[in-house]
């Protein structure tokens, strides 16, 4: 996400990504969590600091990145198929279809959302 902020444009490439090229179109990003990729920022920063994001602090409030998946979809993947989802390495597609144990955002019904306010 950072890379895609900052303009670069093969943010998703694992090497030349193409920064500092052309002028980004994206320039504010707020609410963003680093945790997951700490040391790309930290990278990002080192090699590209004209166009690194920075840090403008907190939003107000503590949180932490993580996911809840439940003990039965836990079990019916391993039973299935032999995928462990408690590893982010079950979730790599190249290997396997951990989707399929998952409902799909299109099946969220918009009318039972409310809105935070």
Not at 31 to 53: L, R
Not at 76 to 96: E, W
Request: with cysteine; proline share 3%; aromatic share 12%.
């Amino acid at each position: 996400p950072i890379y895609g902020l900052a303009g670069c444009i093969n943010f998703n490439a694992p090497t030349d990504k193409k920064c500092g090229e052309l002028e980004t179109t994206m320039h504010v990003s707020t609410d963003s969590w680093v945790g997951g990729y700490q040391a790309d920022f930290e990278q990002m920063q080192k090699d590209f600091p004209d166009i690194a994001p920075e840090d403008l602090g907190s939003v107000g409030y503590d949180g932490e990145e993580t996911m809840y998946v439940s003990d039965a979809v836990f079990d019916a993947a391993y039973a299935q198929t032999g995928v462990i989802l408690d590893h982010h390495k079950g979730y790599n597609r190249s290997h396997h279809n951990a989707k399929m144990f998952f409902d799909s955002v299109a099946d969220i019904q918009l009318s039972e959302l409310k809105l935070c306010s």
